[in-house]
């Protein structure tokens, strides 16, 4: 595989990096590699997003997917500092249980629902394997923008769907693939990356190194489809409101207005 520098534009969210390298798909060392972004400065450098957001400029508020989750048991994958389970529990969800592959995020998500009077589950494993979480049992399985870390696209659909109950509800969103592939330049919007290519590249941010592969909108609807999921709702575009209160002259928000930079499905488990 091709290892010379290329480009990589908005990794997560709006920001953009300059050289990435192109690398073999080895789960046991993206694994190793992304734990110790997150269990270092992965907060510092990319952020959190939690709900009532799930992502830039997309809210729960606007688009209610989850309704009344009262007496709900829910799981949430990539719990990170554990403000979207602080955001189920206060919404009287019955157990809240979660999954993240930094020991670190766990530490912090287990003080801050301490803090805020909730407790939760805590399960420190890869998203891809078996960790003991119980099948048949959750009403909803939710994830604010940590998918897009699975090595194992399919196999982790096909684990979600083994937690959830018949016509459980899976909710997830990611950094839209279109977005990543486009770069504000001069007022310009400039297409840097090739949209097909799913290829997996490691990128150095400070003293920080992160592996991520930008997949198609159809690969993430392709493999909910082989795990037993219906999708109910696709959700694509920016909400007005909030590009207009929130950095509504950066160029971001510009680029928002004219092209998806979250995405946000919700499937039913058949």
Known sequence: MDKNPVRRTNIIGAGEVGSAISVDMDKS???????????????DILGATALPFYGAFVSEETCRLFGDVS???MLEIGCGTGHSLQYQGERNASELWALDMSE??????????????????FICSPMEEECGIPK????????????????????????IASYLKKDGVFIFSWSHPIHKCVAAENDMLVFKKCYFDESWYSVSLGESTLTLSDRKLSTYVNALAKAGFVIEQ?????????????????????????LPVTFVIQARKL
């Open 29 to 43: 060392s993206i694994h190793k590699t992304n734990s110790i972004f997150w269990d270092s400065k992965g907060n």
């Open 136 to 159: 048949d049992y959750f009403d909803f399985v939710y994830s604010v923008y940590a998918i897009g870390w699975t090595t194992d696209l399919e196999g982790t659909f096909c684990r």
């Open 234 to 258: 696709l959700i694509e575009e920016s909400e007005d409101e909030m590009m207009q209160s929130r950095h509504a002259n950066s160029d971001f928000a510009k680029k928002a207005k004219l």
């Open 104 to 121: 670190k995020q766990i530490e912090k998500a287990k003080q801050h629902l301490t803090a805020c009077g909730l407790s939760a589950t």
């Open 71 to 73: 007496g709900k048991k």
